[in-house]
């Protein structure tokens, strides 16, 4: 008996669906190869030898005083690239990768993440003398209420509040 043309065309919507799927699978297949023996993804690292990169997104705010100067950090400021403002005033932004090692899982340089980095990444000059003052201007540095000692070079955090006085 002849298959009717209805049959006919079932077959063929099968047998096309099944070439699909097959390629799909070994298409899926050479990919995957192929990015695990250039580059291995786990989640938002993305690893080449040794060295992985992570991305990140964190904010701290940023208050205080520069010689009897509130910080007023306004909108849009600094680099995309590096630390900068969006939308919410004196709210620091970084959004990029940091490189860390695979081994060790330790972050191989925290470089773009130290305060007077991020300072100068906002064009936020300290002067080494306030005006009308003949001594050395000194910084003091709070987190989250706390005085902390490393000062410029301290490594904000996300969530960090940071309160600056430079007097
Ligand atoms: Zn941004
Ligand atoms: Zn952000």
Redesign the pocket.
């Known amino acids: 008996m002849k298959a009717s043309k209805k049959q006919r065309r079932q077959w063929f919507w099968l047998g096309t669906i099944i070439v699909l799927l097959v390629l799909g699978v070994l298409i899926g297949y050479s990919v995957a190869y192929y990015l695990q023996s250039e580059v291995e993804e786990t989640g938002v690292d993305v690893c080449v030898g040794e060295v992985c990169s992570r991305s990140i997104?964190i904010?701290a705010d940023l208050s205080g005083s520069i010689c009897g100067q509130a910080i007023n950090l306004t909108k849009e400021q600094g680099p995309l690239t590096e630390a900068h403002t969006?939308k919410e005033k004196n709210l620091l932004?970084f959004?990029n990768t940091l490189q860390f090692d695979r081994q060790t899982n330790r972050v191989l340089d925290y470089g773009p993440l130290a305060l007077k980095k991020s300072l100068a990444d906002l064009d936020m000059v300290l002067p080494e003398t306030c005006l009308g003052s003949d001594q050395a201007a000194k910084l003091q540095l709070k987190v989250n209420d706390k005085i902390v000692a490393a000062g410029l070079d301290y490594i904000w955090q996300d969530g960090d509040e940071l309160e600056l006085i430079y007097q």
């Open positions: 997104h904010h969006h932004h959004h």
